[in-house]
């Protein structure tokens, strides 16, 4: 697809969209194949939530004229990179429900923009057919949740932990951990193993951060509450 290359293109899905002969016509928009009609049923697909909060995806129903005459892949290039997940389910004889999941720890902000669909003939979208109604715009707000940010002995480690992501940690005993929170919370850790030794050293918290030398490789690392 000669697609900006600034821009995201999601994975694409197969949509069996079977058409009874005819119509739908050849690749890459050439020759006099006509276009093919992409429509959906809001014009604007819109999102308010917390940063780190659990996002409930976001449903279209995208109707297609004239059905293409095979299965197609259906392609969405996204302006700025705001979804974690793009699905397609078919929904009717001329009809899909595509299923948009926004990014949960996107920052506090306000995004608008727009999606390009492309109905694609390949897996890479070499071919495909002409269309016309294949934007969508979206607004999504995002106000401040509650996020943590890790770092190890002082580097930094990628990713946030929130209410909708998690990722492993590796830690070793003499290593230290630090936590910061994005908001004021309540930290609550396990410190002693099972004998009753404390298994980290110089503990130190204010209500947006912790940190601990680990001084077992079983230590709990502290969860949080919003306080």
């Excluded at 290359?5 to 994975?11: E, G, N, Q, S, V």
């Excluded at 999941?101 to 727009?114: E, V």
Aim: net charge negative; charged share 10%.
């Amino acid at each position: 697809m000669n697609a900006d290359r600034a821009r995201r293109t999601l994975a694409a899905a197969l949509l069996a969209l079977a058409a009874c002969g005819g119509g739908g016509g050849g690749g890459g928009g050439g020759g006099g194949t006509p276009p093919t009609t992409l429509s959906f049923d809001t014009p604007t697909v819109s999102a308010a939530f917390a940063q780190g909060d659990t996002v409930a995806p976001d449903w279209v129903t995208a109707t297609v004229a004239p059905v293409p005459a095979q299965p197609v892949v259906v392609a969405l290039v996204e302006d700025a990179p705001v979804l974690d997940d793009f699905q397609v389910f078919v929904a009717g004889p001329n009809s899909a429900s595509l299923e948009l999941l926004p990014t949960c720890t996107l920052p506090p902000g306000h995004y608008h923009g727009t999606f390009t669909f492309h109905l694609c003939l390949d897996d890479q979208c070499v071919s495909q057919l002409p269309l016309v109604g294949n934007q969508l715009a979206y607004d999504f707000a995002v106000t401040a949740g509650t996020v943590v940010t890790v770092k190890i002995d002082g580097v930094a480690q990628s990713g946030l932990w929130a209410h909708c992501s998690s990722a492993a940690l590796s830690v070793s005993a003499g290593q230290r951990i630090e936590l910061t929170s994005s908001v004021p919370v309540t930290w609550s850790s396990s410190i002693l193993t099972s004998a009753g030794v404390p298994t980290v050293q110089d503990e130190a918290d204010t209500s947006t951060s912790w940190a601990a030398t680990l001084g077992s490789a079983n230590t709990c690392v502290p969860g949080t509450t919003v306080g």
